[in-house]
């Protein structure tokens, strides 16, 4: 079993940039493609990003495109998204996820694994 814990939400105005970080623990995610996903109230959870296990392959949905990057830092076994230029409609709840299968190239909702809990991010006009 996979934990992942989020952090770095918080309050930021239009422009601004925020990074998340997601910790994970109870097993090595060298081999495992991370991604990002958030949901605002009464939307169905999208996808925001993907990185690989081996880094080759990421992909952001093209609304946070040239704005968003994501990295990961194996040794660590933790994840990153850094969030510049921050528009209102990134409001949300953002999560962390693991695939729920090795060596895959992107992760989307139905290959998740594992969640993290959830950070709030809210970015005022």
């Known amino acids: 079993q996979v934990q992942l814990v989020e952090s770095g939400g918080g309050l930021v105005q239009a422009g601004g940039s925020l990074r998340l970080s997601c910790a994970a623990s109870?097993?090595?995610?060298?081999?495992?493609?991370m991604g990002w996903f958030r949901q605002v109230p009464g939307k169905e959870r999208e996808f925001v990003g993907s990185?690989?296990?081996?880094?080759?392959?990421?992909y952001y949905a093209n609304s946070v495109k040239g704005r968003f990057i994501i990295s990961r830092d194996n040794a660590k076994n933790t994840v990153y998204l850094q969030m510049n230029n921050l528009k209102p409609e990134d409001t949300a709840v953002y999560y962390c996820a693991v695939d729920s299968r090795t060596y895959s190239m992107v992760v989307t909702s139905p290959s998740v694994g594992y969640w993290g809990q959830g950070t709030q991010v809210t970015v005022s006009s």
């Open positions: 990185i690989s296990w081996n880094v080759d392959s990421i």
């Open positions: 109870g097993r090595s995610i060298d081999r495992y493609t």
